[in-house]
């Protein structure tokens, strides 16, 4: 990538294995600031472990992520997060007690200078920065109806958009988005669409997401990479990707 | 519906009618105790403040945290003991020193809970509260051995006020810290760990925390439990003491801190209503439990709160 400006994230050889299972063999691939790229794939294909990998929930095996060209492997969750990478869950992992507000709130929780004497104190000058922060968020992702809701009883369709909210409370240099358009339906699929959109000309971030939905991968990223088996198949432009017989094997099996 | 017009007002203490009105009504009740001339009733109230910091702080780490622990027999005797060898000191301090050994006691039960979750952590906090107590009826240095540690009792009514006073305190400081970055941490990791790793918060970090909080009240309480009666020993803390405070934070109202003041006024006067017939209290906890999991998964606080929502709907619905 001779034109894009030097890569935010390269992951080179990665590998990854759950006893006999070899969930990632040998993945890489580098992310230009800015960038959006996609990971598509089947079931099973690797992507989600691919996730876990960056984000610190899973130790890979063998090869090497590097992130503003520092090391993330051995890191945990928090502090991969705290180096400015946020991420969303395939099946949403949300703090299902807390209302809408709260979620948000702990998005920005590694922003907040830690001090328990004014927590016990209730000095608030912080706490009311952040939520400023946070209400800007609430009205960028239409959420003002669920402020103040318990998460667990929003639909999911408003649990998607909290969780995204959530994850760009953390003000991310990079966004790892699993499956931002599962389970919604197609309007609700046009609008995670374009606020995805939107988001990357806001914030400036650049988008890593996993999608099994080729159509509506292929409208946010110029740039995709195939998985099958834990292995990189193709990668290129979406029209590029999609033309390769291994993807159609992949996808449709061997009859294709 | 109120119109809140800025954050500040939003983060005020006590902004809702009925907190308002609940916050008044139990000051009412605190003052109207000792004006009521009846000793039993002095006695009875300064037992409920007593408890209800040690359920507050309890209901911090269960409630709150979703760390399930049997060890507040440990804490509380802890607590006490360590009242009991430094109450020469003055009484703030000593009582501050009894809160901090069971806070660092706390810690070190914590540790396992970094591994260990739900039933296992239960089981392993449970094994601490036991060695707590066999440590304390074998060694007699520290326990005084069979004729127990003495500890000085101010008069009654003194007690009363002090630990009011105190329960007020304790109230208010975790109001703060559950509506602060600490609490919400808190309430992240019961939630789900996963997404509060992924947000930032450190797991570790904030799980100890909860530990050295919530021992230090229940230490507090330990101290306090130990002037109210004025001599220590072992028998006091064995495990149906883990299950008192149990019940009262189930019956009170998980992650509540009204629901932990109905729950410490519970386990205080059930056993008064039943006088002579006292095998019958650990048949009414236990009971209380089944029934209150079954019916009202949020204790008196939850169905306080649900009766209110009830209230305002009234009568649509």
């Known amino acids: 990538m001779a034109d894009l400006p030097r890569p935010l994230l390269t992951v080179e050889g990665l590998s990854l294995a759950f006893g006999g299972i070899r969930a990632l063999r040998g993945v890489g691939f580098s992310l230009a600031e800015g960038e959006t790229l996609a990971v598509i794939g089947p ?16 130790t890979p095996g063998a090869g090497s992520i590097t992130f503003q060209g520092k090391s993330l492997l051995g890191l945990s969750p928090d502090r991969v997060a705290r180096r400015g990478i946020a991420r969303t869950f395939q099946n ?14 702990l998005g920005r929780h590694l922003h907040f200078r830690k001090n328990l004497a004014a927590a016990f104190f209730r000095l608030r000058g912080e706490e009311i920065r952040h939520r400023e922060k946070c209400e800007e968020l609430i009205e960028f992702l239409d959420l003002e109806p669920y402020r103040n809701v318990r998460v667990a009883d929003c639909a999911y369709g408003v649990q998607k958009r909290v969780e ?17 358009a599962s389970g919604l339906t197609g309007e609700e ?38 998985l099958d088996r834990g292995e990189k198949i193709a990668e290129g432009t979406p029209a590029e990707v999609q033309r390769q017989p291994a993807v159609a094997r992949a996808y449709l099996g061997d009859a294709a | 519906m109120d119109l809140v017009e800025s954050h500040q007002e939003e983060l005020r203490f006590a902004r ?45 780490l269960i409630g709150h945290t979703g760390q399930i622990s049997f060890g507040q027999a440990g804490f509380l005797a802890i607590g006490a003991y360590t009242f009991a060898h430094v109450q020469m000191l003055p009484w703030p301090l000593a009582l501050l020193v009894a809160g901090l050994a069971a806070a660092v006691a706390g810690v070190l039960v914590g540790f396992p809970s970094l591994r260990l979750k739900g039933p296992y952590l239960a089981i392993a906090t449970l094994g601490f509260g036991i060695a707590v107590y066999q440590l304390l009826a074998n060694a007699s240095w520290l326990s005084g051995g069979r004729t127990g540690v003495a500890v000085q009792r101010p ?7 002090q630990d009011v006073l105190l329960l007020a305190i304790f109230a208010l400081a975790t109001v703060n810290l559950i509506s602060s970055y600490a609490g919400r941490a808190f309430m992240a990791v019961r939630d789900s760990e996963i997404a509060a790793e992924a947000v930032g918060v450190n797991l570790t970090r904030t799980k100890l925390l909860a ?6 009240y229940t230490g507090v309480h330990g101290a306090l439990f130990a002037q109210f009666l004025g001599h220590l020993e072992p028998e006091l803390f064995n495990l149906g003491e883990v ?15 009204e629901g932990s003041i109905f729950g410490a006024a519970f386990v205080v006067l059930a056993p008064a209503v039943f006088g002579a017939a006292r095998w019958a209290v650990p048949v009414l906890f236990g009971g209380s439990i089944i029934v209150v999991l079954v019916f009202e998964p949020g204790g008196l606080a939850g169905g306080l709160r649900k009766a209110r929502v009830a209230l305002e709907q009234w009568p649509f619905r």
Not at chain 1, 43 to 53: A, E, I, M, V
Not at chain 1, 199 to 216: I, Q, W
């Open chain 2, 155 to 161: 008069p009654m009514e003194w007690l009363y006020w």
């Open chain 1, 43 to 58: 079931n099973g294909s690797g992507k989600t472990s691919l996730f876990n990998c960056i984000s610190g929930a899973y």
């Open chain 2, 243 to 257: 299950l008192t405070l149990f019940v009262a934070i189930t019956v009170g109202g998980l992650a509540s801190i």
């Open chain 1, 164 to 180: 995204l909210a959530r994850a760009l409370a953390l003000e991310p240099r990079l966004l790892l988005l699993d499956e931002p």
């Open chain 2, 211 to 216: 530990f050295a909080v919530s021992s230090f």
């Open chain 1, 92 to 105: 949403l992992r949300l703090f299902l007690g807390l209302p809408v507000i709260d979620n948000l709130l």
């Open chain 2, 16 to 60: 809702g009618r009925v907190v308002r009105a609940l916050l008044i009504a139990g000051v009412a009740i605190a003052i109207a105790v000792p004006f009521s001339g009846q000793p039993a009733w002095i006695v009875r109230g300064t037992l409920i403040a007593i408890t209800a910091i040690g359920v507050l702080g309890q209901n911090l």
């Open chain 1, 189 to 226: 699929k046009e609008e995670v669409a374009y606020w995805l959109h939107e988001m990357r000309g806001r914030f400036g971030l650049t988008l890593l997401f996993v999608e099994h939905d080729l159509r509506f991968a292929s409208r946010l990223a110029p740039r995709m990479i195939a």
